[in-house]
Structures are given as C-alpha cells and as structure tokens.
C-alpha cells in the first residue's frame, strides 16, 4: 500500500498551470542589457513570454492568509512591472541546423526582468552574456532557458528541480519550475545596429498541481500544517528537466523528458506555508509535483502531522490516517483530491518536563492548544515505573489528579480570577505548571508572573519534605506519579463518563525500550499541538532537551524561535524570547540569551540506551536543534498569549 503523510511543519505552495507552445513575437530587443556581468562574450537582450495562469486557476489557487509583515513564503504568480527573477539559459552550438546531445554547451545565470503585462500572460526582458566563442552569426546556437530551478548542468542540460524545499529560502515566494524549450538564436540588423532574437522564447509551467482539502468544521483548535509527507508512485517533487531531450506527453505535446531517482519507496516531502485553517473553515493546500506516467487508479493512505520530518529520529504516531482513489495525474493540470480530510482534535498535552537529580526534582507544563477551556479535574498524570527484569507493569504505580479540590492546594499562582475563568479551568491557549518546592528555587517567580500564557502554578512536596511528612500527609501522597526515576513511562489520562482514556504520554515505548534519560529539560517542539497516547523510541521527534537550567522557559511554552542571523555560532538559528537584541551579536549574558552556549538546545537519540551525563553533553554539542523556519518571533509570541 502507497503511504502519504502530510506533516505539520513550514509549507511553500507550489503551483503550476496550463501549458501551450505559443510561439513569441520575433520583435527585436531595443532595451540595452543592464545586468550582466562582462566578459569577451557579447552582451544579448532578448525578450521573452511568461505563460499565465486561466481565470479559474487563478481563483482555485488563490492565497488568501498572509504571514508574517504581509510577506506570503508560496508560489509567485503574479508580478509587478520593473520586477526582477533569477533565471538559468544554456547555449548550446551545433554543428547542422537542430541540436543534438554532443554539442558544447555554456550555461549562464542572469535576470529576468517583467516588462508589462497582456491578458494572462507577462512579456519580459532576459540580460546575459553570451559565452566567449559563441558567434550566432556564423554558427548554428541553440539556446534554452528555465526558471524556478537552482541551475543547469552544463554536461547535460538538465535543469536541476532539489525538492520544493529548495524555494522556501530567506521567507521569500518562489516560481514553480518553468522552462522554455530549445530555440534557435539568431540575430539581425535594425536601424543601423545588430539585434538579436528566437523564434520561440515562451517559458511554460512544468508538471502539475496537486492540492488536498482540510475540512475543519468539526475541529476544536487552529490547525497550522507545515509540511507534506509521502510516499507514493503517483508523483514526483524533484529531479531534473532535460531541457534538450524531449518527448510527448499526454496533451500530445512536446515537453522536456524529466529524470528523476524517486521511486514508489521514496520519501517525497514539501514544506508549506499557506495559511492556518480556522475552526469551522475548510482549506486546499496545494502543491507541485511531476506526475508519474500510470493508468487507472491507485489507492493511496494519507496521514497529517503537524511538526517536520525528523532526519535523525523519523516521524512520529500520526493523528490522521485516511484512503482515497488517486486519478491518473497529468502534466499541466491542477489536481484536487475527492476526499476532503479532517482535521485533527486537540486535547490538554505535556509540553515540558524536567528531570533532576533526585525522584522528586521534577516539573511539569501542560498546555490546552484547543480553541475551548478544559476543566483540568477530569485529568490525571500516571507513572509507570521500569522493573528490574526489564519490563513495565500493565497497571500505573501511581496516579496523581491534575486537581486536588479538598486536602492540598499549593498554589503560586492562581490567575483564574484575571483571566475570568473559575478555578481549575484552564483557558484556551494557556499552560499550567506543576513543580517541586526544591526546583522552584530556581525558577524566578517574577518571570512566571509576567507570562501571559501561565493560567496557575501547582507546587508539591519534595522527597526531602516529605520524609518528615506523616505517611498519609496530602502533600506527600497528592504528586506521587510527577516524580521520576529516570526510566519512568508517564501516560496523561482523562475520566470520559467514568472511562479512564489516554490522552499523552511521557516517552511510553510501543519496542519494549527502556527510557532513560539524564538531568535534563525536556520541551516539546513547536507545532506539536496534538496528544500522543503512544511513542516509539525509534521514531519519536516530538521532543527536544537541554542540559539543566530549570528557570529559562516554564511558561513560555516554546520560548525561542528561528532566527536565520543566528545560524552561526552556539545559538544554531535559536533565539530566545527573552534576548531583545538584533542580528547575529548574541548577548554574551546568560541571563539574557537563555544559556544558549552553555546549555543548548538539542535533539536528542535515545536509542543508544540510557545515557551518561557525559553523553549527554557531547550530544549537546553535536545534534543542537534548529528551530523550524515557520517558528517565527511572531509564532513563538502568540504561543504565549
């Protein structure tokens, strides 16, 4: 059975339409070049036609959210006079009047400039310099050009297509593949002066459109998709377009040959970024693909994440698993799956948690991504502790409620009243944080207090403490399953109509592998909105960690984001909240860059077995985590609030 997966991580809308073998006017340039570098070659301008989108593409297709400053990271399709693009042209000389694999051939990268526009389609100026020894007066000079792609080889030909990750780079929008086939340069006399021209200079779409719609009206949270996932033999996402090896396809046209080492078995992914889907709204993502050449219909499984594939740790348990019968895809059209997927529901999830030195030097975050409040006295944390043969019980050693309404209530901070909510209900988008008297020591309560997105704070007794505790003290009792022994497995459950129902978990394996894990932090990546009831030790990218400093982002929920001027350096594109300052001159206070340098955050592999604290700090050096390019300040603020 083919797999797609659709994860939620950073998306780049990638669209192609209708294609036709328009010829372009043979007028001559009288615009000078402008940008090309110079050398013994001559400068050439030549103008060429941009193929436009149909009416009904362009409203099936349209962008309607914008992210962050208006600036929309998707498919550029439309542009504004005097705009400039990156393009590729090869020059290939021949010996006869058609072109043929064994001709020399120079590749040239220059810009494209947008003159104006007629109907649906743009009429645009192309600079470059021709390469030394190419003299299309006196020697027969193919020329072929393409857009949207990061080059041409100039052994081959072929115009390189890395993947659509390749366009989501620097925030900007990007041109899907785009190409004009070989045409020969030629040149001719005008006014005096010698101009130069082809007899087809036409940059059509390449491949095709495929977009999925997420029907969200039974949906409970904003659903934010970052990435697609798949595996499939229906299509393609990167390869190369043989710009002078040309065969038919099924519109019975001459398009460029594609190359290609995807295979069925391949991991085809996209990043995108095309907008939140609202709960009660529905939404199509789209994005480009190559169709592979098949009749009939195949039958295809779809599951949605919401967090990047992970190259170290794979992908996580999928919230959405769904069939659909995929048509036969063609080039050039704009595909739309019949099956309309759900959205996934929230539910209350573990966000962070601590692991000190002793069972008790724990803390915990929980955090209500959903659009509603939850009543945190339906919720429970249980503990399952590994046995000395290696196995876990079936049952939970202890089980701790969220909310103890009569005997303890330890509260730091009760902001029900601000919020304007009754006590033990948790708004939407807020946190609740539970820790150990002995670690509150570390964490500054005036921090805590400042955060918009911390609705209480729950403390509970340390194993210090209680050992002068009487045996049945509630503040002994009461945080049983918060503590820890390092290998422990943790499930979050709720009472649903007298049913106890996983909803999270704590690294609970499904391969029998123990989890072991040093002091340390653990935090939840951004974008991991939804509960996982199982983990796999193998598989599992849901977490990062950080080698111990309790006090730096409880109740920040993920209190960093991306920062491209910061990839350099100790920070590794982290930017902490709290660091107000600009580009990449980090704070060399630790109190202002979070103990980035000291302690930074990592991914990290549990599948070594239990790590020493040594290991641990090796790691941290080795595997530091980079945000998501969609985890922006903007993001990170919002998660906050």
Known sequence: MNLLRIYGATLLVALTMGMSACKNEDAPVTAPAVNAEANSGQKISLNVDIEGLSTSDLRAMEIQENIVGNQHAGLKFKWTIGSTEKFFIAFKKESGSSFTASGPMVVRESTLTILSKVGNRYKARIDVDAPAGFNPDTET??????????????????????????????????????????????????????????????FHFYGAMVGATIDNTEGNMLYSPHEITMKTGALTTEGEINLFDLETDANNQSVPKWTTKQTVDSLKRVYFEQGDVAVGKKRTYYFWAVPSKFSGRREMTMEFRTDAYDNLLKETEAEITTKWQVKQLASAKVHRLSVEIPAPKGELIITEVFIGGGSSATAWEFYNPTDAPVDLREYSLQRYDLRSNGTYPSSPDHITPLIKESGFNEVHIDNASKLGVQPYILPAHKSVVYVASGVMLFIPKRKLQARDGVAYIFGFASEVAAAFMLPNNPKRTWPLAFYSKKSTRYLLVKNKNGNTVPVDAFFWYEDDSPAHYPTATLMRKPGRDLPRTRMQLKSNSDWVMRERKEGLDWGYRFGYYYDRDRLAGFTHGAHWLDDESVGPNVSTDNNLNGFLKERPIFAPDFRTGDLTFDQLKAQAKTSQYTPPMWWTKERAQAADR
């Open 141 to 202: 000079i193919f020329v072929a050009g393409a857009l949207g792609v990061k080059g041409i080889d100039a052994t081959t030909g072929r115009a390189l297509v890395p993947g659509p990750r390749y366009f989501f780079d620097e925030r900007k929008s990007y041109i899907p593949p785009m190409y004009f086939a070989p045409t020969r340069l030629r040149s001719k006399m005008v006014g005096g002066s010698k101009e130069y021209y082809a007899d087809n200079l036409t």
